[in-house]
Every structure is written in structure tokens, then in C-alpha cells.
T-cell receptor, first 114, second 113 residues
Framework: NAGVTQTPKFQVLKTGQSMTLQCAQD?????MSWYRQDPGMGLRLIHY?????ITDQGEVPNGYNVSRSTTEDFPLRLLSAAPSQTSVYFC????WGTGRNEQYFGPGTRLTVT | AQKVTQAQTEISVVEKEDVTLDCVYE???????LFWYKQPPSGELVFLIR??????QNEISGRYSWNFQKSTSSFNFTITASQVVDSAVYFC??????????FGAGTRLTVKP
């Protein structure tokens, strides 16, 4: 099992550009989440999904879109990148319940917006 | 929504010392879950432990132990006989039944040889 994979590992964007961060898991987990990690602030939940076709907002959803067309994939889209979106992004999956169960994290994507 | 406070931003100890990382949480849920994760310098996030609110027994796993005190809303983590490999950022994270989870700001532990 590859677990949770994320691509790319690093990305530099210019303000206003759009891009998609990819996330895939091969553990057949229903729940998937996206977090951002900023210095001194821990991880903050952006969006999560409780199954294919179902997504919901987390703590900091503005500026991001998600979709869940399959159990395996959960891409995160930045619509118009801003310097405030410079961060490390982690995707995670869990068997049941984002707040109830151990989460498996991907290796992260370090995004810089100039 | 959950709230969590990790008051210790950074801790530095010498190898073989014991160290306790504090975690205080707030929740309105009657059923909730408490987690600790480790983030070593390589950056990945590693799950350490999960407890549910009905189980207040302390847990020991090798050099690691956790003290859950529901009366004071605390879930503290102790490393006994610390080692250099324990150097990492440790996150406490309460979670609820509504898919909400909050990570604390983390405690950076440095263990010096």
C-alpha cells in the first residue's frame, strides 16, 4: 500500500494563478481532509469529505475548492493564488470520522505564492 | 467546535531526562476523542495515540505515557528517558463526532545529547 500520496511536493505560483494539488489514497477510506500548516498555528482544516460526492467546509475554506468523484482521489484547487496561501498543505484520510479516528497523512506539498 | 491549548511552545531537555507536554482542551461534545501526533524534522505527521472521552485510564507505550484527566480537561504526554530521536513537534488534537478536529499550535521538543 502506498498510503496517502500527494503531488507535487513543491510548487511556486504567482499571485492570481490557479492550480490543483493532488491527493490519492489506496486504503479505501471514506473520509478525506485537507489541512494547511502555518508556523505557530498547527494544522487547520480547509475542506473534508465523508465519501464520494460529499464535501464540506472546514475552518479555513475561503479561496479553495474541492471535489470527490471517487473514493481514492480528493484534489484541492486554488482558484486565484494569493501570498496568504503560502503554506504547507497536508492531505489525510481516515476509516471513519475526521474527528473520531486516526488520520493517515500524506507527505505534504510546500506551496509558495509570490 | 473543539479548542485546544498547548501552552509550551518550545521545550529543550538533555537526553535521558523525562519531559511532559501539556494539552488542555475545550469541547461541548459529550463524546469526543483526543489524539497526539508527532512531526519529526522530516515533516511527516505520525499518529501516536487516540483516546475516547469514556476511557480515562492512563496509557503507557514503551517510554511514552499519557495522562487523561477529564476533570481538568487535560491530556498530557510524558516521554521517559528522552532520546535525541524524540526531537520533533508534538500536536495535541481533540476531535468530535461531527467531523471537526482542531490541532493545537504544537510543542517543539529538542532533546540534546
Amino acid at each position: 500500500n502506498a498510503g496517502v500520496t500527494q503531488t507535487p511536493k513543491f510548487q511556486v505560483l504567482k499571485t492570481g494563478q490557479s492550480m490543483t494539488l493532488q491527493c490519492a489514497q489506496d486504503m479505501n477510506h471514506e473520509y478525506m481532509s485537507w489541512y494547511r500548516q502555518d508556523p505557530g498555528m498547527g494544522l487547520r482544516l480547509i475542506h473534508y469529505s465523508v465519501g464520494a460526492g460529499i464535501t464540506d467546509q472546514g475552518e479555513v475554506p475561503n479561496g479553495y475548492n474541492v471535489s470527490r468523484s471517487t473514493t481514492e482521489d480528493f484534489p484541492l484547487r486554488l482558484l486565484s493564488a494569493a501570498p496568504s496561501q503560502t503554506s504547507v498543505y497536508f492531505c489525510a484520510s481516515s476509516l471513519w470520522g475526521t474527528g473520531r479516528n486516526e488520520q493517515y497523512f500524506g507527505p505534504g506539498t510546500r506551496l509558495t505564492v509570490t | 467546535a473543539q479548542k485546544v491549548t498547548q501552552a509550551q511552545t518550545e521545550i529543550s531537555v538533555v537526553e535521558k531526562e523525562d519531559v511532559t507536554l501539556d494539552c488542555v482542551y475545550e469541547t461541548r461534545d459529550t463524546t469526543y476523542y483526543l489524539f497526539w501526533y508527532k512531526q519529526p524534522p522530516s515533516g511527516e505527521l505520525v499518529f501516536l495515540i487516540r483516546r475516547n472521552s469514556f476511557d480515562e485510564q492512563n496509557e503507557i507505550s514503551g517510554r511514552y505515557s499519557w495522562n487523561f484527566q477529564k476533570s481538568t480537561s487535560s491530556f498530557n504526554f510524558t516521554i521517559t528517558a528522552s532520546q535525541v530521536v524524540d526531537s520533533a513537534v508534538y500536536f495535541c488534537a481533540p476531535g468530535g463526532p461531527n467531523n471537526d478536529m482542531r490541532f493545537g499550535a504544537g510543542t517543539r521538543l529538542t532533546v540534546k545529547p
